[in-house]
């Protein structure tokens, strides 16, 4: 069991920054993939990033360049750095974890345990 908690979300304007945490506690963190997703409204969840075991990182075009995702396995927590904000960025952010073998996956249905969510909002 794993359970995972974000925080960091808010109100920001464009061009702007935030950076999302994701805690979690249970079965050994550092050696799962984790990875963020995000969902607007009315709009399926969607893959942003994620970091596997080993530090490597994959991200969705449209956040490439702005966005960062690290990991602090001594925290048991993953970072997502996220700059040069859009409203298009707009969505409840989640963070979830693989705990099964193989990584690098970017689908939602690969992923077995996720947090609550942050809501980020970027005004223009």
């Known amino acids: 069991q794993v359970q995972l908690v974000e925080s960091g979300g808010g109100l920001v304007q464009a061009g702007g920054s935030l950076r999302l945490s994701c805690a979690a506690s249970?079965?050994?963190?550092?050696?799962?993939?984790v990875g963020w997703f995000r969902q607007a409204p009315g709009k399926e969840r969607e893959f942003v990033a994620l970091?596997?075991?080993?530090?490597?990182?994959f991200y969705t075009d449209s956040v490439k360049g702005r966005f960062t995702i690290s990991r602090d396995n001594a925290k048991n927590t993953v970072y997502l750095q996220m700059s040069s904000l859009k409203p298009d960025d707009t969505a409840v952010y989640y963070c979830?974890?693989?705990?099964?073998?193989?990584?690098?996956?970017?689908?939602?249905?690969?992923?077995?345990?996720w947090g609550q969510g942050t809501q980020v909002t970027v005004s223009s």
């Open positions: 979830a974890v693989r705990t099964r073998g193989g990584d690098m996956y970017t689908s939602t249905s690969n992923y077995d345990y």
């Open positions: 249970g079965r050994a963190f550092f050696s799962k993939t």
């Open positions: 970091v596997n075991w080993s530090g490597d990182t």
